[in-house]
Every structure is written in C-alpha cells, then in structure tokens.
C-alpha cells in the first residue's frame, strides 16, 4: 500500500483518486479552496464536478496543502495546466523528501511552450522529487468515476518509474500501459484538444460526421507533424496518446473542448463560454501554443490556424471552414513524408 497524494479536486483528479482508493492505497485529496473540501468531507461527494459518484471511505479530503504532502511518496498532479507553476512553487516551501511526481494535466503553455514535466523541473529543485511520470490517454473522468473499463499510458525518462506508476494504477477496470516516448505522450494528449474544440465547432455548425471524420484526420497529421519537430516519436500518435485520446475527446459530449466547440460553432462569444463551462478549457491555450510555434517553425497547421483566428481574432467560424476547403491541393501522402523528413533530421 502506497501513500499518495492528489492534488487538485477537478473532475479528473476526483476519478483518478477513486482509482487509487480501490486499489487500497493511502490517498489524501487536496482541494485549493476551504468551502470545496468541507462540502466533499460532509456529502463524500464532489458534487460540483461529479455528480451522483460516492467518494471511497479511504480518501482523505484536506484543503491544507502542508498536511496533504506529509511523508507521501507519491504526488499526483491533477490541476490545469495555468496552475502548475503556481502549485510547484508552494510545494517548493513544504517538500521535506524527494517523491515521485505524476501529472495528468493535458496543456502547453503559450509563449514558453513548455510540457507540463519541463514546467515542473524548473520550479522544484531536483533534490525534491524522484522523477516525473505523465499519465495520458483516452480517458473521461465520468467514466473512470463510474469504474467503466478505461485505458491509459505512462511514460517517464525513468522505465522503472513509469512501471511503479503502471502498478499503482492498474486493475480490472482501469489498465495501464508504459510508453518510453515522454515527449509523446504529453504532446499527444495536449494537442488534440485543440481538435477537439474544431470537432465541436463542427458539430455546432451543422456539419455531419464525414466533416468531423476529416477534421479528426488532417488534425492528427498536424498533431504528429508538430509534436515530430519537438522531439517526440510520430509512433505515439497512433496510440493510445494519440489517436485514442484524439477520437474520445472529438466525439463525445463528456469533452469540454468539444463542448465549448460546439457553443462556439453555435455563435457564443469565447468569453461567455468559458465563463458558462465553470472548468478549464485547456485546448483554448494550448492552440495559443501550438500556433505560436507553428508560426515560428514554418509548420503547415492549417486547422489548428483556424481554430485560433476563430478563438482570437473573432473569424467567423464557416468562413474558415470554406477556407480549409479550398486550400490549395496536396497529396495526403505528403504529410507522412514531411513527418519523416522531420524525425531523419532529428
């Protein structure tokens, strides 16, 4: 039995923490506001994330920061990707003993374009944590949360790291998989939200699935063409990282990107629907992201282009769909090449 501790009382880290809890391991929830963690403790529910999901009796919920990481060996970091930094920084001030830190936040930050574990390595000296294992994959929280067979990747510079996160997690409902590709893997599950939010924007407008079946297509060749000039294996996108998380999170309402496309499809203005979802819309900066390098490497990412004149520019969102349609004619096998072309250099 493990001491873990969850930090952030989102959706997902509520599910991942029942995943932990039922396999019999020592789990403390960490929630950032005092009202939240009291009305979790009173109700054994996170009624403002999940609602209907009773809380296991072996999750300790606590608001105070210090106490959660007490003698722990693992930390779980399950808040969005904006407050990584913020978080680190506090655990800086309370960490006594070094602990092997996971993290199943999904974003890159604009402007740094930084994956999650860089982020981390900056802001905690190395003398306090092990390594650092990202979990990714296909995988809503409402689901997990109701133990509906899910399955996921692990990845870490250290294997064996990655294979003692792979043991802690694992069991009948919930498998877990090892990926040698952390670049990847963090990648993969970042970027495909920003596909999402065009899958949304799709369906809002009315489009049918043979639009939808296009976008999520072409989109991944642009996850891989990018995610292949940051050092990342185009293999991962075909996996569980990739293509998996890609499918689940364009094609079902469980998806906020999804859904905050769709409102966006519908003519809602982009502040109104992130002020309406009341949750992190991670594929909105991640596209902020993923277009600034797009545009500082030269890489063709015409969907992703789109979706950000959409989200900051104000485009009108069937114009720039009319305008994917009539780009200049390529041959499909062209983006392979160019994926090619990049890892060779590599």
Known sequence: ?????????????????????????????????????????????????????????????????EESIDGVEYLLLAVPTKAVRDVCQSLKAHLDQPVTIIHAAKGIEPRTYKRVSEIIKEELPEEKYKSIVVLSGPSHAEEVAMRQPTTVTVSSEKLEAAEEVQELFINKQFRVYTSPDLVGVELGGSLKNIIALGAGISDGLGYGDNAKAALITRGLAEVARLGTSMGANPLTFSGLAGIGDLIVTCTSTHSRNWRAGYKLGKGEDLQKVLDDMGMVVEGVRTTEAAFQMAEEQEIDMPITSGIYHILFEEANPREVVEQLMTRVRRHEMEDLVDVLDQKMKD
């Open 1 to 65: 039995m493990a001491k873990i501790t969850v930090l952030g009382a989102g959706s997902w880290g509520t599910a991942l923490a029942m995943v932990l809890a039922d396999n019999s391991h020592e789990v403390r929830l960490w929630a950032h506001r005092r009202e939240h963690a009291e009305k979790m403790k009173e109700t054994r529910e996170n009624e403002k994330y999940l609602q209907d999901v009773r809380l296991p009796d072996n999750i300790h919920i606590t608001d105070n920061l």
